[in-house]
């Protein structure tokens, strides 16, 4: 190593430190997606309770569609009761909540169904393929998807009621 | 009073500190003995005042001071004595008091045992060590004040942390700590090594107590953590990957990879450079994790609060790397190694080998814990990062570990003859073979359950052939075997205690596969009476009870657990209802065995006691972690043990 490249090793922990530093500012939790304005993709799962799942049946509705995992704690664990909620408050006027379940084991995502004693409809992605088909990095990341079929916002992080309700009487 | 009092000799301590920081440091680039001598009563002076401080704190706990707002915050006159003593470092202003005041103590320590042993690198360890000291009362002073007035002084407090009230509180934090702050001595003597220019092994030597101690207390408090959130917590896990969890776990992955590569350096005069690196890098991890757990920046069950405390803890961090690097990179040329690897199949190659999976693992866990972030930064994408991701990247180095274990302390050093090989390792790897055509058979099926379990069993025969040869040589020359095995370990006390040490991870990791790889659990609603069966447990609900305790309501069910032979086992798991909480906690209940624990989490119930809903776990194989954690103590005794009769050669 040259006389000047080895004080480019203090340098080094300057992109650290600034990425440290930033953790200071806000958190955005709304962010643009390519996807938005898009035909939401077609799927077909089997769910929890073994009946089919296939998005394309839900024409005609609007569906908040929730990517989740069991071992997503603490944001999908804070997540359950509000979709929960939401879903009991909303069937009513046409709205649809599907859970889809990612990179997890079907006890682990049973267990956590019933724990928070979830009444919406939820499948496991077991092969990955529509987490894929929808671009999701981590959980949780929430889509709705209006009437039309085309995907109006992307949502990433766990929801709140507030954000699901504006979200909602936006679309309904 | 008590506020002002504290905060007032607080102050004097921070005044004092950097006194002698300055002084130490004045003293030792000057050579004015004087000036050092003046820094070391000014250490002995923090440490009386810390000391008086955190007694001063506890006081107040136990006396209710509600006038002094921290005692408010974390406690209220339904407290149990015990909690009120341990409430002193329950939340983030009193746990930089302990911080504070343990490395007071270190600080005290090296003053005595090397004032005179390491003349010319003791001014130096004197000034950072003080300045470290300075940067944490500044903390207590400024953005994390302990002693601060409330007025009007209510009548009750808020009370402590429920989760808190455990007796793990007291050890855990504690050895946690004593780990943490530890880490501040080896680093500065590194740092005195790199501004005197004496990279030399001088400070190597010197510290290869100290970090063994660290390193020591670090993993008792992982351990204890553990336990605690295994008997508290009631998820009936130990370990979650949690961002805290992985702060205390990055520096005990580079001090582990430190305490081998000094050996290197001991032997063969290598790796200079790289040790000073590796133990910058632990200590800046300590207050990384610091600075994680108490800045609020990434979301954890365990952070504290928020404040200004995290920018303190940043800059400071920011400091410390950028003074060592910067110190590293005028050394450069001084810090070229004189020794060279020979081969391949050595043992250096299999302890630097050891040192590349070790911080490839602090990576992994690194980019893990601050990937959310880095996300967040990049795209603008908040995300959570699981334990698969952690499990899957991780198991295979820990694997890996396992297998250089077994390997580094027989192989011969410089280059390992065929001989060598066949006369250390035939017998561990036939034994390793057998063992895992044996796992097979039993049906073991998990794949991984069967390496780690192989690569034990190859490990500890590699020991066992390593003793069994040593005391053979020994009972040659006239001894009687328990002389001789009992001189062996004395004599050899190092390298025996390093075994011990090997032995309790391998014992940690035989609980942690099995538990990975076996444990049953199921959650079931039953009615009064009725009975629900796992993995040969029968499990009935007998009832609940409700009953009022000092600082809580308790719900206790009572389940009778029968499985076939024995007595049947009453376990009464509960749930316990604070008022300053808005959700009950639960409050588990269990029997450990050897081979399984039964595990009883209560949920929800009926109010007229007519139905429960429980989580019933069967673990198995949990309780050989914690006794790993006690064959890991004795042999850490042991490596500490004074040196007998050794002529200056290191036996690794």
Redesign the interface.
């Known amino acids: 190593m040259t006389r000047a490249m080895r004080w480019l090793v203090p340098l080094s922990v300057v992109p650290v430190l600034a990425l440290l530093a930033y953790g200071f500012t806000t958190n955005p939790r709304d962010i643009p997606s390519p996807l938005v304005g898009r035909p939401a993709a077609p799927f077909t799962l089997t769910g929890f309770d073994g009946g089919p799942v296939a998005l394309a049946a839900l024409r005609g509705k609007v569906v908040v569609l929730n990517f989740w995992a069991s071992w997503c704690n603490p944001s999908c664990y804070d997540e359950a009761p509000v979709l929960e909620r939401a879903w009991r408050t909303y069937r009513e006027r046409g709205v649809v909540v599907v859970g889809v379940d990612m990179q997890d084991t079907p006890e682990a995502a049973r267990a956590f169904i019933q724990r928070f004693g979830l009444t919406f409809v939820n499948a496991p992605d077991s092969q990955g393929k529509v987490a894929v088909e929808y671009g999701v990095y981590g959980v949780p990341e929430t889509f709705f998807v209006a009437r039309d079929g085309t995907i109006r916002a992307k949502h990433v992080g766990a929801l709140t009621d507030s954000v699901i309700r504006a979200r909602l009487e936006q679309l309904l | 009073m008590i506020a002002e009092v504290g905060a007032g000799a607080l102050a004097v301590a921070l005044a004092l500190a950097v006194y002698g920081s300055a002084a130490a440091a004045v003293g030792g680039r000057t050579g004015r003995a004087a000036l050092v001598e003046s820094a070391q009563h000014a250490a002995l002076g923090v440490f009386a005042i810390v000391t008086s401080c955190l007694l001063l704190l506890a006081w107040a706990f136990l006396s209710f001071d509600f006038s002094v707002r921290y005692v408010a915050n974390n406690t209220n006159l339904g407290t149990p004595f015990y909690y009120r003593l341990t409430a002193v470092w329950g939340a983030l202003e009193g746990s930089i008091v302990l911080w504070a005041w343990m490395l007071s103590l270190y600080t005290l320590i090296v003053v005595v045992r090397h004032r005179t042993s390491a003349r010319d690198l003791y001014p130096w360890v004197l000034a950072v060590m003080l300045g470290v000291l300075a940067f944490f009362l500044l903390v207590m002073t400024v953005p994390a004040p302990v002693f601060q007035r409330l007025t009007p002084v209510p009548a009750d407090g808020r009370g402590l942390n429920p989760l808190l009230e455990d007796s793990g509180m007291i050890t855990h934090p504690v050895a946690l700590y004593l780990g943490f702050t530890g880490f501040t001595v080896p680093f500065a003597f590194a740092i005195a090594a790199l501004v005197t220019g004496r990279v030399g092994d001088a400070w190597i030597t010197t510290t290869r107590r100290w970090t063994i101690t660290a390193w020591y207390f670090l993993s008792l408090g992982l351990l204890i953590g553990g336990w605690w959130s295994y008997h508290v917590l009631g998820w009936g896990g130990y370990w ?1 990957w949690d961002p805290v969890e992985n702060a205390a776990f990055m520096p005990w992955l580079t001090g582990t990879a430190f305490l081998h590569s000094v050996m290197i350096q001991e032997r063969r005069r290598m790796l200079r450079l790289w040790n000073l690196a590796l133990v910058i890098m632990t200590f800046s991890l300590t207050l990384f994790g610091t ?1 994680l757990t108490r ?1 609020g ?3 954890s ?1 365990h952070a504290f609060t928020q404040g200004s405390i ?2 303190f803890f ?1 800059s400071f ?2 400091l410390v ?2 003074v060592a ?2 110190l ?2 005028w050394r ?1 040329e001084a810090l070229g190694a004189q020794g060279e690897l020979d081969s391949v199949v050595s043992r250096e190659s299999a302890f630097l080998l050891n040192n590349v999976l070790l911080l490839a693992a602090t990576f992994t866990v690194f980019f893990g814990t ?1 990937f ?6 990049m ?10 991701f952690f499990n899957q990247v991780n198991v295979p180095l820990f694997l890996g570990l396992l297998f250089l274990m077994g390997i580094g302390p027989l192989i011969a050093w410089r280059r390992a003859s065929l001989d060598n090989l066949k006369r250390n390792f035939l017998w561990p790897i036939a034994v390793g073979i057998a063992a895992a055509a044996v796992f097979r058979l039993v049906g073991v099926r998990s794949m991984i359950a069967v390496l780690s379990l192989t690569l034990t069993v190859f490990v500890a025969s590699t020991i066992t052939v390593d003793l069994v040869r040593a005391t053979r040589a020994r009972l040659r020359t006239g001894e009687r075997l328990p002389g001789a095995l009992g001189g062996l370990l004395l004599r050899h006390n190092r390298r025996y205690g390093g075994f011990a040490v090997h032995l309790g991870i391998l014992v940690v990791a035989i609980g942690v596969t099995g538990s990975q790889a076996w444990s049953v659990q199921t ?1 079931t609603t039953l009615r009064r009476g009725e009975s629900t069966a796992l993995a040969g447990y029968r499990v009935r609900f007998d009832g609940l009870a409700a009953s009022e305790e000092s600082n809580h309501v308790k719900v206790t069910g009572t389940f009778t657990v029968a499985n076939g032979h024995g007595a049947p086992a009453v376990l009464q798991p509960a749930k316990k209802f604070y008022p300053q909480e808005q959700s009950p906690i639960a409050y588990v209940d269990y029997r450990l065995g050897l081979r399984e624990d039964v595990y009883l989490v209560l949920g929800d119930f009926a109010r007229d006691g007519s139905q429960a809903t429980i989580r019933l776990q069967v673990n198995r194989l949990v309780s050989w972690i914690w006794i790993g954690g006690i064959i890991l103590t004795l042999g850490t005794l042991l490596a500490l043990a004074p040196e007998r009769q050794r002529a200056g050669a290191a036996v690794a």
């Open positions: 979650a600075f800045s920046v990434i979301a069950v995290g920018v940043l961090l920011g790397l950028v690097l910067v590293l990179a450069w601050v959310p972030l880095l996300s967040e930064a795209r603008g994408v908040k995300v959570s990062v699981g334990a698969p959650e």
